[in-house]
C-alpha cells in the first residue's frame, strides 16, 4: 500500500500550506498564537508541536473544538470554547493570528480590529479564504449571531460555482451546515471585503496573498521589525499566476466531482423512490391478494351443505 493511500483530502485546509505558514513562525516568532477556527484540529496540532518546540502559547477558539484537541490540550494548548469575535474580547491578545472562522465581513472585520487593538506595529495574521468562494461571499455558521442589517439575504440548502454570481443547485456546499450569502460581490461581503475595508480603516498594512487553497493572506504592519523577512518569504508567491492557474484548474475539478457526488444522490434517490413504490404495490396486491383469499373462504364456507 502506498505511504500515502490513507492522507486526508485537503481539499481546503490550511494543512496544505503548513510548513509555509510556520516558517511565518519562525520569522515573526511570536510567543503566543491566537487561532480562530479549528475545524478538524490537523493543522491545529501542527502549530501546537510549533508552540511546544519554541516555548510559545497556542490559543485556538472554537464552538466546538475538536475530540482529539481536547485530548492533548495543556501548558502549549489551550481550548477556548466559544464564538469569535466576541470570545477575542477575554483572551489576552497574541502576536500571531491566524483565522479561518466564521467567513462573513461582519466576523472577519471586527476579528481584525480586536487582533491589531491599538498595538503598533501589530501581529501578524494569516487568514484563510481571501479567494473564491468567500472572498466576496458571506457565509454564516450561526446567520442569527450576525445584526440583521450585517447579514446578506443567505440561505442554506444552495451551493456556489466560480464565475456564477448566484447561487447554484450543484457546486460547493454546506449541505446545511452552514448558510451562503444568495449574491456575491458588493460593499461588506466577503472575507476579503472585509480585509481591505480593514486596511483602509488602519494605514500601513501589508498584505500578501496567494490564490491558492481558497487563498490564504498574510496581514502585517509594513513597519514590523520583521516585515521585510516576510516578504521576502511570503513575497514570490503573492498573486503567482501559476498558483492561481492551478487554482482554477483545481476548482474545475473538484466541481466535476460535486456535480458526480450530486448526480448520483439524485440517481440514489430515484431508486429509493421506486423501490418505495414498488414496495407500496406489493402491499397493495398482498393485501388485495389476502381479502381475494378470505372472501373466497367465506363463500366456500357459505355454499357447504349443512351437517345431518
Not at 124 to 152: F, K, Q, S
Not at 213 to 240: I, K, N, R, S
Not at 285 to 294: I, T
Request: hydrophobic letters at 45%; proline letters at 6%; glycine letters at 8%.
Amino acid at each position: 500500500m502506498n505511504e500515502h493511500d490513507d492522507a486526508p483530502l485537503l481539499i481546503h485546509s490550511l494543512e496544505t500550506v503548513a510548513d509555509l505558514i510556520l516558517r511565518a513562525f519562525d520569522i515573526a516568532a511570536p510567543a503566543r498564537i491566537v487561532e480562530i477556527g479549528s475545524e478538524t484540529g490537523g493543522f491545529t496540532l501542527r502549530m501546537a508541536d510549533w508552540a511546544r518546540e519554541h516555548g510559545a502559547t497556542l490559543v485556538s477558539v472554537d464552538p466546538d473544538p475538536a475530540a482529539r484537541l481536547r485530548e492533548v490540550s495543556g501548558e502549549h494548548l489551550e481550548l477556548v470554547a466559544a464564538a469569535s469575535p466576541w470570545a477575542l474580547e477575554g483572551i489576552e491578545p497574541g502576536d500571531a493570528y491566524v483565522v479561518d472562522g466564521d467567513h462573513n465581513h461582519w466576523t472577519v472585520l471586527r476579528e481584525l480590529r480586536a487582533a491589531f487593538g491599538d498595538r503598533r506595529p501589530g501581529p501578524l495574521v494569516v487568514l484563510h479564504d481571501v479567494a473564491w468562494p468567500w472572498n466576496r461571499r458571506d457565509a454564516y455558521y450561526a446567520p442569527d449571531r450576525i445584526p440583521a442589517d450585517a447579514r446578506h439575504e443567505h440561505a442554506y440548502w444552495v451551493a456556489v460555482r466560480p464565475g456564477d454570481e448566484r447561487t447554484v443547485e450543484s457546486g460547493f456546499s454546506g449541505r446545511g451546515d452552514w448558510a451562503i450569502a444568495l449574491h456575491e460581490g458588493g460593499e461588506r461581503n466577503g472575507v476579503l471585503t472585509a480585509v481591505e475595508d480593514f486596511m483602509t480603516e488602519r494605514q500601513g498594512l501589508r498584505l500578501l496573498r496567494l490564490p491558492a487553497v481558497f487563498g490564504v493572506g498574510f496581514l502585517f504592519a509594513e513597519d514590523a521589525p520583521w516585515a521585510e523577512a516576510m516578504t521576502q518569504h511570503v513575497g514570490p508567491l503573492h498573486e503567482h499566476p501559476l498558483l492561481a492557474a492551478l487554482e482554477r484548474n483545481r476548482l474545475a475539478l473538484y466541481m466535476r466531482v460535486l456535480e458526480l457526488q450530486d448526480e448520483g444522490e439524485r440517481r440514489r434517490r430515484a431508486v429509493d423512490r421506486t423501490i418505495a413504490e414498488l414496495n407500496a404495490q406489493v402491499a397493495a396486491l398482498e393485501s388485495e391478494n389476502a381479502a381475494l383469499r378470505l372472501a373466497a373462504a367465506e363463500a366456500h364456507d357459505g355454499g357447504a351443505p349443512a351437517a345431518a
